[in-house]
């Protein structure tokens, strides 16, 4: 069993930056692709970006692409999403998981165990 949680979520202005980890217990994250997704209120579970095993080859969201950035530590366990130029709509619930394989993966019925999520805030 995995348990991931989250951290570094809050209130940042239009603008600003947020660095957010989730780190794993249970088992480790070394071999596993790793994931972040976000739900805002009211709407549906959207992809935010994906890693391999190793750290390569990230993915992201189109509306995140060139201001997000996601890395990974496997000997802290920990995964992180940098978030530069935060735009009000970013402002969701961000949840990390890992998948069932080693690749990237946009879809989330290819991850496996879920955190409970963080929540950021950008104000205008």
């Known amino acids: 069993q995995v348990q991931l949680v989250e951290s570094g979520g809050g209130l940042v202005q239009a603008g600003g930056s947020l660095t957010l980890a989730c780190t794993a217990s249970?088992?480790?994250?070394?071999?596993?692709?790793m994931g972040w997704f976000r739900q805002a209120p009211g709407k549906e579970r959207e992809f935010v970006g994906s890693?391999?095993?190793?750290?390569?080859?990230?993915e992201y969201a189109d509306s995140v692409k060139g201001r997000f950035t996601i890395s990974r530590d496997n000997a802290k366990n920990t995964l992180y999403l940098q978030m530069n130029s935060l735009k009000p709509e970013d402002t969701a619930v961000y949840y990390c998981?890992?998948?069932?394989?080693?690749?990237?993966?946009?879809?989330?019925?290819?991850?496996?165990?879920w955190g409970q999520g963080t929540q950021v805030t950008v104000s205008s």
């Open positions: 998981a890992r998948a069932r394989g080693g690749g990237t993966y946009d879809v989330s019925n290819e991850y496996e165990y």
């Open positions: 249970g088992r480790t994250l070394s071999g596993y692709g």
């Open positions: 890693i391999t095993w190793i750290g390569t080859s990230p």
